[in-house]
């Protein structure tokens, strides 16, 4: 994905360029798209900050492009000759909370009963008849602002999408008077619990801030060394050198942050400048195991790039 934003103070454009990875996705899929995104940026005279997104781990910026970010599961392959506004399939949408910008995030879950949890709101898709269900413990606030108010236009859209007459939109409260309410008859009869998603699961193991410096001792294959320069506080832009690949590992050992690795390329490195974001998979493969967070985003920044993410991060 693209995104060129025009930056009237200087008169120039930025342009961002994400390669969005999905959970099931192989080996050798993830691979091509890491190298697309990078022939894409080569394409571009090396103009834009490149960056990977793992699903269930966006970052706050991929996620702003959305008015409703939708992830809906299926194979790529199977999605190209798919009329979304023709085809129809029982699913069951799991709507997130609204950001701070007003954006909500909408992702396919597991067909069950035991999917549905009282801290979220739930669409269930069933073609000509769709259920907005909202779990007691989700705001009540009826705002634009509002959860109610998101899933309320997100429907609207569905249905107009469809172009489609008769489509039924009904509201279900969790509560005791609506425990049987026909729109369970949509799920299996044994209830399972909902499993955790990875990113509910995940271990965060309190606030790190790290600075490397990448040696390339052999390619191909490629290996790599990754030397510790800096820890905490003494992260800092100063340390960063034009000669050297720098790598900034941002954890804040929280579940509402946004932990995130950046891969700095110096000017006058004489390595591969456009092998950022391998050099960033191949950091969190080898991280020690209490350190593991593979999905975390990542950005590369080369020396002449502007990123107020970056500065932010060191000088946090």
């Known amino acids: 994905m693209l995104n060129c934003t025009y930056l009237k103070t200087s008169a ?7 390669c969005w990875v999905g959970k099931q996705a192989s080996s050798k899929l993830y691979k091509r798209g ?3 995104a990078i022939a894409l940026d080569d394409a571009m005279d090396g103009k834009a900050l490149v960056h990977r997104e793992v699903q269930d781990y966006e970052s706050k910026r991929f996620m702003n492009y959305f008015e409703a970010f939708t992830v809906l599961k299926g194979k790529s392959d199977e999605m190209v000759d798919c009329d979304l506004s023709s085809t129809y399939k029982d699913r069951l949408l799991r709507v997130s909370r609204p950001t701070a910008g007003g954006k909500i995030c909408v992702r396919e879950t597991a067909l069950k009963r035991g999917a549905l949890v009282s801290i979220d709101a739930f669409i269930l898709d ?9 779990g007691m413990l989700t705001d009540k606030d009826p705002s ?3 959860l109610r108010c998101k899933v309320n236009n997100y429907v609207s859209q569905m249905k107009v999408d469809r172009k489609e007459t008769g489509i039924a939109v009904r509201v279900v ?3 005791e008077k609506t425990k049987h309410d026909s729109m369970y008859d949509a799920f299996p009869n044994v209830a399972k619990k909902r499993k955790p998603s990875r990113q509910e699961s995940f271990v965060f193991l309190g606030q790190k801030k790290m600075m490397f410096k990448v040696s390339v001792k ?5 290996e790599l060394e ?3 320069v800096a820890e905490g506080a003494d992260v800092c832009s100063s340390k960063m050198k034009s000669s050297e690949v720098n790598i900034v590992d941002v954890r804040f050992g929280r579940r509402d942050a946004e932990d995130h690795l950046f891969i700095r390329i110096g000017d006058d490195w004489s390595g591969d400048k456009k092998s950022g974001l391998i050099y960033g998979h191949h950091y969190l493969k080898q991280c020690p195991e209490l350190d593991q967070h593979p999905t975390i985003a990542i950005t590369v920044v080369k020396e002449d790039q502007l990123s107020t993410q970056l500065n932010s991060a060191i000088n946090s």
């Open 34 to 36: 890491l190298y697309n």
């Open 144 to 146: 634009e602002k509002g």
């Open 126 to 134: 069933r073609g000509t008849k769709i259920f907005q269900w909202f």
């Open 226 to 228: 990754f030397i510790p």
């Open 173 to 175: 409260d969790e509560g």
């Open 218 to 222: 052999s390619d191909p294959p490629l």
């Open 12 to 18: 120039t454009t930025a342009y961002d360029i994400h």
